[in-house]
């Protein structure tokens, strides 16, 4: 009884026209109240719509209709009743958007302004009225699209479910039905907003959203490879070695949608016979490429960050101060390979999948900004490195 009630009401609110005028404050509230449970079902009915067109494309993508491309005329969307011809142009809208993306359904939807308008054609039996799709030989006395095929795509509330009936009938006088499907969903459940371009079936995304819920923590330990290359100053008789390291450490999402990490890591460098050395470095990132971290494409980050490094070995001179005191050292044949160092850096990170990561950053070094041994990219950033990073 209950159940009767509450859709009595929905029907009612639904259906324009049928409410009371409203003449007391009490009224008008009551009709507020009404227009804004409306918009609310007619929301939840829209996605609910969006969801069966995005089934009945991924079917098409599994299963296209045909074996070639083949134009098709939207002949017909119907709507729930009393929501209007409103949202019968935005399903037609997205399904339309829905086929240019997905080629692969082999369907191409062609333009045919006569299928859909009212044909009166009179012949030995009598005068018919009719739609021209409805009359494959008056649209074809009109020029009509001949033997091609029309797509009809109903979408009607049956109870507490949400049905579409589509079907793809050939243009000719039999009107044969060459490929139907109806699909059902509950009115109550909630749409999943599949991307038109990544179509994935209700399982499948079902499951991708329970794979990133079990391995989407805010802790994350990534093992990250970084190559720092050196630009040569004017004088330098040696030109600085590039630096391989190895880090590893802790990241942070300081958000749920992970639009915002942080990340401590140690560094350690050894080149047998050239150097060794350590690094301490801190990061901040921010997501650039949209407001939560995605799960079905890579995902662009922007940081910003500091690292503090300490190199010993032969190859490192060039890396050693250039003040008086080093000089007096190189003079007495006692050159001190142990520099300490530190610089700043910024860049941008590809993410993918939460697991792997491929990054590129410049750096600046503030003990080597007058420094003749170590040059400058672009006049201002005296290291370029490139990094990949995989996440556990």
């Known amino acids: 009884m209950r159940r009767a009630l509450w859709a009595l009401w929905v029907a009612w609110a639904l259906i324009p026209g049928v409410a009371p005028a409203a003449d007391t404050p009490e ?27 995005d089934e009945l494309v991924y079917g098409w993508t599994q299963a296209p209709p045909f074996g070639a491309p083949t134009p098709v005329t939207l002949v017909s969307m119907t709507a729930p009743v009393g929501l209007g011809v409103g949202l019968s142009a935005l399903m037609e809208n997205h399904l339309a958007g829905l086929l240019l993306v997905n080629p692969s359904t082999h369907i191409t939807l062609a333009h045919c302004p006569a299928c859909a308008a009212m044909v009166a054609h009179a012949g030995p039996d009598g005068t018919i009225i009719a739609r021209g799709a409805d009359q494959p030989e008056a649209l074809a ?14 979408v009607e509330a049956e109870g507490a479910w949400l049905v579409l009936r589509a079907r793809v009938v050939q243009l000719t006088p ?8 109806t699909i059902t969903r509950a009115a109550s459940a909630p749409a999943l907003l599949r991307h038109p371009q990544r179509l994935k079936s209700a399982q499948a995304a079902r499951q991708d959203l329970l794979d990133a ?7 994350t330990v990534p093992l990250r490879f970084t190559l720092r290359s050196y630009e040569p100053g004017e004088y330098a008789q040696i030109a600085p070695p590039p630096i391989l390291w190895i880090q590893t450490g802790l990241e942070i999402a300081l958000t749920h949608n992970q639009a915002w990490t942080a990340s401590a ?10 150097y060794d050395g350590v690094m301490l470095q801190a990061r ?22 500091g690292a503090l490094m300490r190199l010993d070995g032969p190859t490192i001179a060039p890396f050693a101060t250039d003040d008086a005191q ?18 700043f850096h910024g860049g941008l990170e590809l993410r993918m999948g939460n697991r792997l990561g491929v990054s590129t950053f410049l750096e600046w070094m503030p003990a080597y900004q007058d420094s003749d041994k170590i040059g400058a990219y672009l006049g201002i950033f005296h290291s370029l490195g490139a990094e990949v990073t995989f996440c556990f």
């Open 213 to 219: 819920a079990r391995g989407r923590g805010p802790f």
């Open 326 to 343: 080093a000089i007096l050292r190189q003079a007495e044949g006692s050159i001190d390979s142990l520099v300490t160092f530190g610089g």
């Open 174 to 181: 039999d009107l044969p039905i060459v490929w139907s499907r």
């Open 141 to 154: 006395k009109l020029g009509g699209p001949g033997g091609r095929h029309g797509l009809y795509v109903d």
């Open 284 to 305: 901040m990132s921010r997501l650039i490429s949209g407001e939560a971290r995605a799960l079905t494409h890579p995902d662009l980050y922007a940081f910003f960050g």
């Open 27 to 53: 009224d008008r509230a009551t009709q507020r109240e009404l227009d804004r449970l409306r918009a609310r079902v007619a929301d939840q009915v829209q996605l609910s719509a969006y969801e069966l067109l």
């Open 265 to 274: 890591l140690v560094g350690f460098a050894w080149l047998p016979e050239a």
